[in-house]
């Protein structure tokens, strides 16, 4: 069995089998997954007796369902207003310059993804970005390098 | 009752009962509000905006549609207000839509354009969008071509797949401006569990959702003289055609249609009415049979209740969604399919011609019946069985190519050796139809009496509630079926797959037992199929009804075994119902499809 | 002009709220109508922007006769330049569910959830660390009350309320048709009051300290202070608690850099004030004040003369676009049109007079479209363009 089949289950029997049950299944696979391939929506649609089309409907309303492959680490660079104003394009640079890939991809050993992301709240302490769901504010891109860095040395340490 | 609403309406005060919505109100006054996402068929949804009228005293207008009528409300449908944002609404739709009108299969008969039309829409003001989004074109089925650049995003069809069908094969997926309609993942039509139905068509108010149609082929068929076309027509077509060639809804014009076969060239016009009644033989029998296996030999093997087989998208809808239930199913192939394996094999042999020259073609009320021609389980006479499938709208857009004035046609025959039907094979094109020409035949086979209903009419049967039951008890059989004797034959009839996931799923609770059951995918039956005309409405649909059963009414023969061609064909080529030579041709089995 | 309100600083919402035990046990054994009637007259409106009376919400849905009510915290924080109710949850989190108690007390309801927006994932584990906390509690008092968290996904379209009630029945988020209102018709059906964080935590407030001390607060039709989440350039970004009523003057007096061009009031879907107009604008609710009175969820955005406010326009409209749930034809074809229309008027490419025909758009859309999301783009739209005209095309 595909342990994201018994992820699925074991949510299900958390949560409940109902449609109004449907959002946090597709969270707790995210939470584990990071996005919800094709095989999981329909396990999930298997599960609560969905139509797996409404599953896929509903999960793609959401900004933070992902239905594409992401990283290891999630990092949502928040592009509204202020940290927009705030030198947010400066960050997005430096994370792509160190790791070497563009806002929407997936770094080749599968442990960053970048994105960017509507409103996070952090406006007065803006330019904010999330990895995963740890918040970081004020940023720079010294800052930024310096938290990328432990992330990876956290990960080669096989944390 | 509750006391009635009074409102104004462009100043005319009218009193409606309560709860009754804007638009219906402003209908019942005669005055027109212009819809998009409306649909009687469907609930509300509210969204395209179009319908919005102004409310005195309120700053925002409201979607007619979905605002139900109050107390004292003032309501102006046309005001300046109402106008310019009417006009900007159609205008930001044109934006979005790929306008490209004189290449659009629906050119003519798209809800969008009329508007654009109605309101004069000349200028294109608004920036082009459609070459900033990366719309698809889904051409894989063989029933449905799906094109996001006609989209307007009403979600009919999503509301038609989900409410009427229940089959959700499309929904409504991402948000904002990338909002759009997909199918799981985005997969082709293909490739998910759409029935091909065609009920999206039907419901779509442009050009996105058309039938993939075989015109070109069927014109190139006839044109090649090496070719000997025969063309068969299904019993809903006669009732339906019409409407596309200037007559009201529900008009019959059976033999009109035969003349304008005749004159578009095809070398045998014959009908699928007679394989219709062939069906209720050999379902009949097989039904017979089943229940004396279950009652004389009590054989656990049996599988009861026998499910009709005529409709492919019910069937395509079995195959997903209850494939352990397959057995079920007659295994009679559709009237369709077995009027394609006999016309390569009794027919070629008849007229003695060389079957690989046959070109058979159909004309359907129906979608879905492009992709049964086209199954692999459908090769039986040793060739493609039916070659192309037309629908009712594809054969009158070739009676128009073709400069036919339908209307100043005489009345024509079918050929004949499988144009011969009774009013049971009539009956197929309606809800209950399939049913009711069963029992007729069953029920004179086992006691040699009429059908105990005035006239042969199964009232019971018949009519646009969901799901129909009925029961005949068998009371003195003839000797060969005394094991019948007392038995109460219980029978159901769904129509739209949304009733039919009711029946299935009553009979999985155990809450029903009942013997035979006919489904039909369309709400309607085959009158309301996803070939036939467009506009569908409920009422639309009642007035089809009515013409099947007046056709039925007035054929001399209404017992599908009373049909001399049937006899004939029995006697000539294939003995008897459930012979080795039927279960060749004329019966099949489906194979189970994933749900998900 | 100037107004005769000065800014008042006000220290109720973060007070501390140790003595929520006590509020909780004396309130829900008072008469639902006595509460309900002390709301009333505080005259509290909704602190998520819309700003519809508390007192008037919670007397409706009390009226329903339903076995099954519930009481909604709308905790999706998602208009930009807002995140006052991040911090009540995460300083104050008892205010809210001791007013949640309260209400369900009022309505007759036995659930209540707090819809949490996906952004706010990390607030989750203290949050649910209180709820239990004061779970426990209600059964001390024989209270039969249960709160939850219900996550969001990131849509900003589930701030609206019936989204909202879509998204928490494992839908798309998208606005229902209205009528019918939540009073009668909410979550699953059912009769529900939603009220955002801010206006439970001045519930609280005025349980404690009596509908007066309240009411005394703020100006006529705006009563009661309000928090302002206050960014942009500013030297002071952070939440206030102010008084209702203040001008725009004498808030940029205090909050301003010294260059304040202009401050966007409410959000992406407020309204922008330029300078020459701070002093007759009031922030409150519409009343017969003299002058400009906007409504706001309390998002203060401020803009110094280095900024381009053709380049502010086009990262609200981007936001509206990508986050308009797309159901409605206005709204979400509305907002294509407006961020490709001002794009092309600043490349040249549509000359200045589109500005208009935009401007007539935005008021189709506040007109036609579904939901307040739809309604609102023209508010910042027109706001700007009418205002800073020639940013727009240069």
């Keep these: 069995m595909y342990p994201v089949s018994e992820l699925i289950r074991n949510l299900a029997d958390q949560h409940g089998r109902n449609r109004h049950n449907l959002l946090p299944i597709l969270q707790g696979v995210v939470e584990q997954e990071k996005y919800l391939s094709e095989y999981s929506m329909i396990e999930i649609a298997r599960e609560l007796d969905l139509p797996a089309s409404e599953v896929y409907g509903t999960a793609t309303f959401y900004s933070f369902l992902e239905y594409k492959k992401m990283g290891k680490y999630i990092i949502r660079v928040c592009k509204t207003i202020t940290c927009s104003m705030k030198g947010k394009n400066q960050v997005v640079k430096a994370i792509e310059d160190m790791l070497k890939i563009s806002v929407g991809e997936t770094t080749p050993d599968g442990n960053f993804s970048l994105l960017q992301t509507n409103c996070l709240g952090l406006c007065h302490k803006a330019p904010a970005m999330l990895i995963n769901f740890d918040v970081y504010t004020d940023l720079t891109p010294e800052k930024v390098r310096e938290i990328l860095t432990n992330y990876i040395n956290k990960k080669g340490k096989g944390e | ?596 | 002009m100037s107004s005769n309100y000065q800014l008042k600083r006000v220290d109720f919402i973060f007070k501390d709220e140790k003595d929520w035990k006590e509020i909780l046990k004396n309130n829900i054994n008072r008469p639902p109508q006595e509460l309900i009637n002390e709301l009333i007259s505080s005259e509290l409106k909704g602190r998520g922007g819309a700003g519809f009376p508390t007192g008037l919400k919670w007397k409706l849905t009390a009226e329903v006769d339903d076995m099954t009510k519930y009481v909604i915290c709308n905790a999706d924080e998602g208009e930009p330049g807002t995140f006052k109710d991040r911090e009540i949850l995460s300083k104050v989190p008892f205010k809210v569910l001791t007013s949640m108690a309260v209400c369900g007390h009022v309505i007759g309801s036995k659930e209540g959830y707090i819809y949490l927006r996906g952004e706010y994932f990390f607030l989750q584990p203290e949050l649910n660390k209180a709820i239990c906390e004061f779970e426990q509690y209600c059964q001390e008092i024989n209270f039969d009350f249960r709160i939850r968290i219900f996550m969001g996904s990131g849509a900003y379209i589930c701030g609206e309320e019936t989204a909202l009630f879509e998204s928490m029945e494992g839908k798309r988020g998208e606005p229902r048709n209205k009528p019918p209102f939540p009073s009668n018709f909410g979550y699953m059906g059912k009769p529900t009051v939603i009220n955002n964080v801010e206006t439970l935590a001045h519930t609280y407030t005025i349980f404690e300290f009596g509908a007066k001390r309240f009411y005394d607060l703020g100006v006529q039709y705006s009563r009661g202070s309000k928090l302002f989440s206050v960014s942009g350039d500013t030297p002071k970004p952070g939440i206030y608690e102010l008084e209702l009523g203040m001008s725009l003057e004498d808030f940029v007096d205090e909050f301003g850099d010294g260059d304040t061009k202009a401050v966007q009031v409410g959000g992406a879907s407020g309204f922008l004030v330029p300078r020459k107009r701070f002093g007759e604008t009031t922030i409150g609710f519409q009343g017969k004040l003299t002058g400009i009175s906007l409504p706001t969820g309390g998002s203060m955005m401020l803009f110094n003369s280095s900024r381009s406010m053709y380049n502010v326009l086009d990262n609200y409209l981007e936001f509206f676009r990508e986050e308009s749930c797309g159901q409605c034809t206005p709204c979400r074809v509305g907002c294509q049109q407006l961020l490709n229309g001002i794009k092309a008027v600043k490349r040249g490419e549509k000359n200045a007079l589109y500005l208009d025909k935009l401007l007539r758009l935005t008021e189709t859309m506040q007109y036609t479209a579904k939901c307040g999301l739809g309604q609102s783009v023209a508010n910042s739209f027109s706001s700007i363009v009418e205002n800073f005209r020639e940013e727009m095309i240069y």
């Design chain 2, 1 to 596: 009752m509750a006391k009635k609403i009074k409102i104004t309406i462009n100043e005319l005060t009218v009193e409606v009962e309560p709860g009754t919505s804007i638009l219906e109100a402003a209908r019942e006054t005669g005055v027109i509000i212009p819809t998009l996402c409306y649909h009687k068929d469907l609930c509300v949804a509210g969204n395209c905006r179009v319908c919005v009228v102004e409310i005195v005293g309120q700053k925002r207008l409201s979607a007619a549609c979905a605002t139900p009528c109050d107390e004292g409300m003032d309501i102006l449908t046309n005001s300046f207000k109402v106008r310019n944002s009417r006009k900007h609404i159609i205008e930001l739709l044109l934006s979005e839509h790929n306008a490209d009108c004189t290449r659009c299969y629906k050119n003519g008969n798209c809800e969008l354009q009329k508007l654009a039309s109605d309101y004069k829409i000349m200028t294109q003001d608004f920036i082009r969008l459609v070459p900033l989004k990366n719309y698809t074109i889904d051409q894989f089925s063989p029933s449905i071509i799906k094109d996001d650049s006609k989209c307007i995003r009403c979600q009919r069809c999503v509301r038609t797949c989900e409410e009427l069908q229940g089959v959700n094969a499309l929904t409504v997926a991402y948000k904002g401006d990338r909002m759009k309609i997909a199918t799981f993942f985005e997969k082709p039509m293909n490739d998910v569990i759409c029935t091909n139905c065609g009920q999206c068509i039907n419901h779509c108010p442009t050009g996105a959702l058309v039938e993939k149609n075989y015109i070109e082929e069927v014109w190139d068929a006839i044109a090649d003289k090496n070719c000997h076309v025969i063309v068969q027509t299904a019993p809903a077509v006669r009732v339906g055609l019409g409407e596309e060639l200037g007559y009201e809804y529900g008009s019959r014009v059976t033999g009109k249609m035969v003349a304008a076969l005749k004159r578009l060239g095809f070398d045998a016009v014959m009908d699928t009415d007679f394989t219709a009644d062939l069906t209720i033989l050999e379902e009949g029998t097989e039904l017979l049979t089943r229940l004396k296996r279950a009652l004389v030999n009590h054989d656990p093997d049996v599988k009861l209740p026998m499910a009709t087989s005529c409709s492919p998208g019910w069937i395509k809808y079995i195959e997903h969604m209850y494939p352990e239930y397959l057995d079920h199913l007659s295994t009679c192939k559709s009237p369709q399919q077995m009027f394609g394996a006999l016309a390569k094999t009794y027919y070629a042999r008849a007229r003695n011609l060389d079957p690989e020259k046959i070109v058979s073609v159909s004309i359907m009320p129906c979608t879905a019946k492009k992709f049964e021609s086209n199954r692999p389980e459908m090769h039986d006479s040793g060739y493609r069985d039916v070659d192309y499938v037309l629908t009712t709208r594809e054969l009158a857009i070739m009676i128009k190519q073709a400069g036919i004035d339908f209307m100043k046609l005489g009345d024509m025959p079918f050929d004949r050796l499988m144009g011969e039907s009774t009013g049971a094979g009539v009956i197929f094109g309606a809800t209950g139809g399939v049913m009711e020409a069963a029992l007729r035949t069953a029920y004179e086979l086992v006691t040699g009496r009429n059908v105990p209903f005035e006239n042969l009419n199964i009232m019971p049967v018949r009519g646009m509630e969901g799901v129909k039951e009925a029961s005949i008890r068998i009371e003195n059989p003839l000797e060969q079926w005394a094991f019948l004797d007392g038995v109460e034959l219980k029978c159901a009839v769904a129509h739209g797959l949304i009733n039919a996931k009711k029946v299935m799923d009553s009979i999985l609770s155990g809450k029903s037992q009942y013997h035979f059951i006919e489904f039909m995918a369309c709400p309607g039956g085959c009158l309301g199929g996803g070939g036939q005309p467009i506009p569908t409405s409920p009422e639309i649909r009642r007035k089809r009804a009515e013409a099947i059963y007046a056709e039925d009414l007035g054929m001399p023969l209404r017992k599908s075994h009373q049909n001399p061609e049937i006899v004939k064909i029995y006697a000539d080529f294939l003995e008897k119902p459930m012979s080795e030579k039927s279960h060749h041709l004329l019966h099949t089995k489906y194979s189970p499809r994933e749900r998900f």
